[in-house]
């Protein structure tokens, strides 16, 4: 690498200022360092493959140019696959100026990733021009990719915060219901054996169990005197009681927000019936959303295996049977099928999250 670059010292107005350039080289022409002035880049000058090899390898440039008099030569070629192969070089616009019309050697420096490529003798304003559109085009595609992590950061601050707040509100709806304890983490995790028991992806039984979570959140507008009650519901209260599901669903709906959206579903039809004996909407069937099904199982189920003033706790085995006897009546038996498919999981997350019993 040792040619010249032959052309008068020239000007142009161009916006490749401050850019950091590297040229491999052997002798670099002095006219073509003049004509690099006049970009006002930042020039550095690496004599031959090796040292660009070493001081490339891990410091970003604007562009690296590497000028290769002989055309027979592959070195030049070689020298772009080996800055492609390393991580700073990867995508670094590199500007080939060869020695004749030697197209093997062309051929293969495009296919180890080259830039583009220019032939001795080079008139310094084309390089000047080339230089100036491949340093422009790397500086887009640097900004496009800080757009992009930007994005992609204030995408993932967004659902953090939005799951931060809806941990906030299950806080708020287990400090008001005092028999929760556990129960919405097990609700949660039935819910991910369930959906997972379905087929359903990892991400989609996850945000279900998350929004579970929220399922009784519409208990915050039920007086404390039928909420705390130790006995058993009057009628009346019983259907004030009912209400949780429709106000939760108003606390909910209408937001921008999928988990949200999902949570307010499920606020909604959990007491629903797949015989469409159940409240608030009567609804039947496929008509219930998938996550009002799915939670349906399981906090009937947990409700079950939990002690209340008014009732035992049910041992496993006999809530488990509960659900299969009630499977297409009261539960959509898909979501039975897929309960009973997981039992191991679930008695392994009951063991590890025991429901309390009722102080005496
Ligand atoms: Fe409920
Ligand atoms: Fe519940």
Same mark, same amino acid.
């Given at each position: 690498?040792?040619?010249?670059?032959?052309?008068? =010292?020239?000007?142009?107005?161009?916006?490749?200022?401050?850019?950091?350039?590297?040229?491999?080289?052997?002798?670099?022409?002095? *006219?073509? @360092?003049?004509?690099?002035?006049?970009?006002?880049?930042?020039?550095? !000058?690496?004599? +031959?493959?090796?040292?660009? @090899?070493?001081?490339?390898?891990?410091?970003?440039? &604007?562009?690296?140019?590497?000028?290769?008099?002989?055309?027979?030569?592959?070195? +030049?070629?070689?020298?772009?696959?080996?800055?492609?192969?390393?991580?700073?070089?990867?995508?670094?616009?590199?500007?080939? =100026?060869?020695?004749?019309?030697?197209?093997?050697?062309?051929?293969?420096?495009?296919?180890? +990733?080259?830039?583009?490529?220019?032939?001795?003798?080079?008139?310094?304003? &084309?390089?000047?021009?080339?230089?100036?559109?491949?340093?422009?085009?790397?500086?887009?595609?640097?900004?496009?990719?800080?757009?992009?992590?930007?994005?992609?950061?204030?995408?993932?601050?967004?659902?953090?915060?939005?799951?931060?707040?809806?941990?906030?509100?299950?806080?708020?709806?287990?400090?008001?219901?005092?028999?929760?304890?556990?129960?919405?983490?097990?609700?949660?995790?039935?819910? =991910?054996?369930?959906?997972?028991?379905?087929?359903?992806?990892?991400?989609?039984?996850?945000?279900?169990?998350?929004?579970?979570?929220? *399922?009784?959140? $519409?208990?915050?507008?039920?007086?404390?005197? =039928? !909420?705390?009650?130790?006995?058993?519901?009057?009628?009346?209260?019983?259907?004030?009681?009912?209400?949780?599901? !429709?106000?939760?669903?108003?606390?909910?709906?209408?937001?921008?927000?999928?988990? !949200?959206?999902?949570?307010?579903?499920?606020?909604?039809?959990?007491?629903?019936?797949?015989?469409?004996?159940?409240?608030?909407?009567?609804?039947? $069937?496929?008509?219930?959303?998938?996550?009002?099904?799915?939670?349906?199982?399981?906090?009937?189920? &947990?409700?079950?295996?939990?002690?209340?003033?008014?009732?035992?706790?049910?041992?496993?085995?006999? %809530?488990?049977?509960?659900?299969? %006897?009630?499977? +297409?009546?009261?539960?959509?038996?898909?979501?039975? %099928?897929?309960?009973?498919?997981?039992?191991?999981?679930?008695?392994?997350?009951?063991?590890?999250?025991?429901?309390? %019993?009722?102080?005496?």
């Amino acid at each position: 690498m040792s040619g010249a670059v032959r052309g008068e =010292i020239f000007c142009m107005a161009t916006d490749a200022g401050n850019a950091h350039v590297a040229i491999v080289s052997a002798a670099m022409p002095f *006219h073509l @360092v003049a004509t690099l002035h006049h970009l006002a880049c930042a020039v550095r !000058l690496l004599d +031959g493959a090796s040292s660009a @090899v070493a001081e490339l390898g891990e410091q970003p440039v &604007d562009l690296i140019l590497i000028e290769d008099d002989d055309p027979t030569d592959p070195g +030049g070629a070689r020298l772009v696959a080996t800055l492609r192969g390393s991580r700073a070089q990867a995508r670094t616009p590199i500007l080939l =100026i060869t020695a004749g019309d030697a197209r093997i050697v062309r051929a293969t420096a495009v296919a180890a +990733g080259l830039s583009d490529v220019m032939v001795h003798p080079v008139d310094p304003f &084309d390089l000047c021009l080339r230089m100036n559109n491949l340093i422009a085009l790397a500086r887009s595609r640097r900004a496009a990719e800080r757009q992009a992590r930007n994005a992609a950061q204030a995408v993932a601050e967004a659902a953090a915060r939005e799951r931060e707040i809806i941990r906030r509100l299950m806080l708020a709806a287990e400090f008001r219901d005092d028999q929760a304890g556990d129960h919405l983490t097990r609700v949660a995790g039935c819910a =991910i054996a369930i959906a997972e028991g379905l087929g359903l992806s990892e991400e989609e039984a996850n945000d279900i169990a998350f929004a579970s979570t929220m *399922h009784d959140i $519409g208990k915050l507008s039920i007086p404390d005197s =039928i !909420l705390m009650k130790p006995a058993p519901l009057t009628e009346i209260e019983r259907e004030e009681m009912k209400q949780h599901a !429709l106000r939760g669903y108003r606390m909910l709906t209408d937001s921008p927000s999928h988990l !949200l959206q999902l949570a307010s579903d499920i606020a909604l039809t959990h007491h629903e019936r797949w015989d469409g004996a159940g409240y608030p909407q009567g609804l039947k $069937g496929a008509e219930i959303p998938l996550a009002g099904r799915i939670i349906a199982v399981a906090d009937v189920f &947990d409700a079950l295996i939990s002690e209340r003033v008014y009732k035992k706790a049910w041992p496993l085995e006999q %809530a488990r049977a509960h659900l299969e %006897a009630q499977a +297409g009546s009261h539960f959509d038996p898909a979501c039975v %099928a897929a309960f009973v498919s997981r039992w191991a999981d679930i008695v392994t997350l009951i063991r590890e999250h025991r429901p309390a %019993a009722v102080a005496a």
